[in-house]
Each structure stands twice: as structure tokens, then as C-alpha cells.
């Protein structure tokens, strides 16, 4: 049990909960990110149906395959996160050695974890489901051919071809599929689900990244966690517990997992990833290298986003001095920050061959949208988004005191967060809420003048 788990003392008190039998029905996994929560709580299905002691990650028993492919009727995983970098970087591990067991259940495994969000048992009486569906199937039986092929005599071709065939479907089922917020109809079709007698042992409900829940959501939850029904465990995962309802909070047992250092993040991308230390790029203090390996699987990696970002900065700074100078500002009166912006952001995006900045709301659009694949992958646009908040924090660093540069970010996090709700939640394209967000930026910043 747990033997897949690196660097997480939390396993040996959950082990020992397991053991004693003391387990509550309700648990928080929280975290930061990578940290191994969604790997422990899976591993608690396990745990829980297995029918050898300790439940060894080798066991023949029926529950336990089941489990380790994520294919078992006793489990049910929600919650929105990235999937994409976590899918590519276990293709990669796979088609290194497409003889062992190991890599190729890390495949399949990656993959389930997206496609367990698409559960007929959530999707009850939903008609976005339908249009989903032709999507699901492509991958379904793209998994099923690849678990049917004899890896060992099918030839690498056939098996790269068939991966990037899922790989490809995967992203576009995540682009349309997952929003960034749980719904209440998920919660209440999980509550029914759980009421019902289960196949085995008992009853798995994991809700990752618990605290996107809807306020309606959260209110249906609580209706749950106040009496959970006999054969089940409910696991709430979240790397932002503080956001939770206290109410909620009550309710649950606390696992804390700790960030896990250098050496134990190197351990895992070997031991998982089946990859060097060497592939691990440099990354920042507050990011985990297991997070800064997987983004280099990601559609557009972040080293690529980072002039962008910065060409952004650059066009709105020349944004905000057009419109200053419109209503006769004069250059010694631009706000420093505004300076600022333009002074360290235009040699980044010159340097990346993007040019010092964009004279156009629509120019600067198009750029960020070509530079970004036109953000066809999901997470994408909000991972940008983020990473505007980095550079706008790293321009103005100098000046970070001075009150414009307070009422920049305060613009920039009040936009930023509309912007997200618009695509994750009312599905608006990319280009058209980055576009609004850009004059929305414009407008009130030059307003502070």
C-alpha cells in the first residue's frame, strides 16, 4: 500500500488509520500541488477493496486491477484540473519502453483519470454529454486497442500512432469538457450514486480541487458529510483548504501533504516517469520540480508564454500612454509604473522576436493568440493568465509600494478572474474575452491618472 507514494510521511499515519480500522468517512488530502494527493486518495480504493492484507500495489486480486486501471464501479473522481502535461509526460514514459507493465498502466492510468470525469453516474439528464460523446468513444476504443495490442510484437509505429490518436482526442475532450468550477448536479448525482449498495467493500468518492465548488454545490456536499452513508468514504482534495466552508471543514479528517524537496521530486520522475533528473528545468522556490517537469509536456510551455506575457505588458503600457497623452498627459506625467512596465517588459518580447509591443488592442490578440495555438488546449489561457500576474510582479518589483502599482494588480486580478469565469464557465472563446480584457485593462488603469 502507498508504495507508489515518494516523500510523504502522511501515508505512514494514513496506513496506520487503515490498520486500526479508526478511518473517518470524510477526509481532506490538502497540499500543494504534485504533492501526491490525488495518488493517495485513489490509492485509499485500493485500500479499501482489496482482498489480501496491506494491500501490496502488485495484487492479483480482481478489485485490485481494477482499481490500479481506475475501471472500478466503486470509484467516482470530479473536480477540474489540467490533465494534458500529466497525459503527454506518461506517453513519453510509455514509448520509452513500451515493454514494461509499469509505463504502460502509468499511460493508461493518466488517461483514466480525465476520462472518470465523464461518468454516465454525473452526467444524468445532461444534454452537453451528447455532443462529448463521439469524443469519449475515439478514446475509449483507442485505449482498448492499445490494452489489446501485444506491445512487445506490434512495432513502435503502431503504438506511438495509437497514443498520439488518444493524446490527441484527450486534449480536445479536456478543451470542451471541463470547466473550471464543480457542479451542483454532479454533487447530487454522486449523493444518489453513494446511497446505492456497492459491488465490493465500499464506496470511493474522491473531489478534486474541492474548494471550485458552486455555492449550491458546496451547500449539497454539506447535506452528504452531515450523514454519509455506511459504505463509503468521501476524500476532498485541495491545495486552498482555507477556501472551504467551515462547516465543511468540520466535517472531514485533515491529512496534511507536505511539499515534497529537490531529491524526493527527482525521485519521482525517475521512478514514475521513468526519466532523468536532468530533464527537470530550472524553476522557481515556490514550484515543485515534479510541476516544472510536467509542464514542459505541456501544449504550450511556459517558457514560450513568458515573452508573451511580456509583449503584452509592453502593448498595454503603450495602451495606457495613448490614451494619457490623449487627454493631455504630458511623458513627465506617465505614472512610473506605466514606465516601469514598458522599460523591463519591450526587451523581453524584442529579444523573443515578438517585437517591442503591439499598436492595437486587435494586433496584440492576434499575436498572444498565435504564440498560444490559438489556446486550443484547456489551461492554457489560464495558466497565460497567471502568468501575467508573475510579470506584472516581477516589472514592477522596484516600485512595488508605490499605490498605482497596488491598484494595477488589484485591475489586474478583478479582470483576470472575469475573464477566466467567461471562457471556463460561459464558454466565450479565448481570443474574445482576452480582447475585452484588454480594454477593460486599459481603461481603468489609465483612469488612476
Known sequence: MFENM???PVTTRLQADIAHNVLAPAMLFSGPSASGKGTAALEMGRAFSCETENAPWN????????????????????????????????????????????SKILFTRAVRKLLLRFSPILWTDDPKITKLNSILEAVNEAMEELNLERTAEAGQEKITKLCDSIVKHTLKLEAEGITDTIPVSHIRSAAYWLRIAPSGKRKLLIIENADRM????????????????????????????????????????????????????AEVVRRVFKDSVSAIPAHSKTESGVTAYLDTFLPVPKNVLYPVAALFWASIAYGITMTLRKKGAADTELPAAVMALGRYCAPVSEAAGL????????????????????FDSRGVFTMFLGMLCATLSEALAAIQTDPVCVAYRRILLKYAGNARTAVDVFNQSPPLALENFCVLLIHDMAALW
Open 6 to 8: 515518494v516523500g510523504q
Open 59 to 102: 495484487c492479483r486480486c480482481r478489485d485490485c486491477i481494477h482499481h490500479r486501471s481506475l475501471s472500478h464501479d466503486d470509484l467516482i473522481v470530479m473536480g477540474p484540473r489540467p490533465f494534458s502535461a500529466e497525459i503527454s509526460a506518461a506517453r513519453a514514459a510509455f514509448l520509452r519502453d513500451t515493454t514494461a507493465a509499469s
Open 214 to 265: 458552486q455555492d449550491a454545490a458546496r451547500n449539497s456536499l454539506l447535506k452528504i458529510l452531515e450523514e454519509p452513508p455506511n459504505v463509503c468514504a468521501i476524500i476532498l482534495c485541495s491545495s486552498k483548504p482555507e477556501t472551504l466552508l467551515p462547516t465543511i471543514i468540520s466535517r472531514l479528517r485533515p491529512y496534511v501533504f507536505a511539499r515534497r524537496g529537490e531529491a524526493a521530486d
Open 355 to 374: 517585437g517591442k509591443a503591439c499598436s492595437s488592442i486587435k494586433d496584440l490578440c492576434a499575436a498572444v493568440s498565435d504564440a498560444a495555438s490559438g
